[in-house]
């Protein structure tokens, strides 16, 4: 298996409901990043992850709940969802870290998310 | 003002012909900018990233950057059908970091 992995690559849920998107990534990076990208939007950066630490939170609803176990996975928990949550949701990884070097993101399949 | 700017399009070009995507943002201090592809339905796919003013090349593709400016454009030469997509430019406005932030795309269509 190569390059940025997620599951499931479709979902629908009602509002209720609470289900997990999951990300893995086999290319030894050390960020990882979820995205939103709605239909005629930018994508737009939920949260960042760099070894394992949160670094960046772009003002995300708490019904979005992001984990990071490790530098290779990450999860984006959804629960009580709204219909405009309904979105592409986009995994990324990069070799992240401060000590030098720049930073070039690649991206998985994504999930499509309905939500009824 | 949005941080990154593209024009929407839809751009379209003759198949064979070159195709010119320009790119605007507004964070003087951003380090390094890139160019993804996204078919319909699909996630990005990274074409291009350059980090010096000048030119890049590669293939068919030519990234320009103008700092001073504050411009990145993608030139596609010969352009195919199978270029038909929409183009994302992005930029990391930090230089060992991680703050990327996205452009609305361009829409390219290549007609045969």
């Known amino acids: 298996e190569t390059g940025v992995t997620q599951t499931p690559r479709h979902l629908v849920m009602g509002m209720t409901n609470k289900k997990s998107l999951k990300c893995e990534q086999h290319l030894g990076h050390n960020a990882m990043y979820w995205y939103k990208q709605s239909a005629k939007k930018p994508l737009e950066l939920m949260f960042v992850?760099?070894?394992?630490?949160?670094?960046e939170n772009n003002s995300v609803p708490s019904r979005f709940s992001p984990e990071c176990p490790n530098s290779s996975h990450l999860f984006l928990h959804l629960h009580t969802l709204q219909p405009e949550d309904s979105a592409l949701y986009l995994c990324?990884?990069?070799?992240?870290?401060?000590?030098?070097?720049?930073?070039?993101?690649?991206f998985g399949p994504g999930t499509r998310l309905l939500v009824l | 003002q949005k941080e990154v700017e593209q024009n929407s399009g839809p751009l379209s070009v003759p198949e064979g012909a070159i195709a010119s995507l320009n790119c605007t943002y507004s964070d003087r201090g951003s380090q390094s900018f890139f160019w993804y592809r996204q078919y319909s339905g699909k996630s990005p796919e990274l074409i291009m990233f350059i980090y010096s003013n000048g030119d890049k090349e590669d293939g068919r593709f030519t990234a320009q950057l103008n700092k001073a400016s504050q411009y990145v454009s993608l030139l596609i030469r010969d352009s195919q059908p199978s270029d038909s997509a929409t183009y994302l430019c992005a930029v990391n406005k930090e230089n060992y970091g991680q703050n990327f932030v996205f452009g609305p795309g361009t829409r390219l269509s290549v007609l045969p």
């Open positions: 992850y760099n070894f394992k630490e949160q670094t």
């Open positions: 990324a990884s990069s070799q992240g870290g401060t000590a030098g070097g720049q930073e070039t993101q690649y």
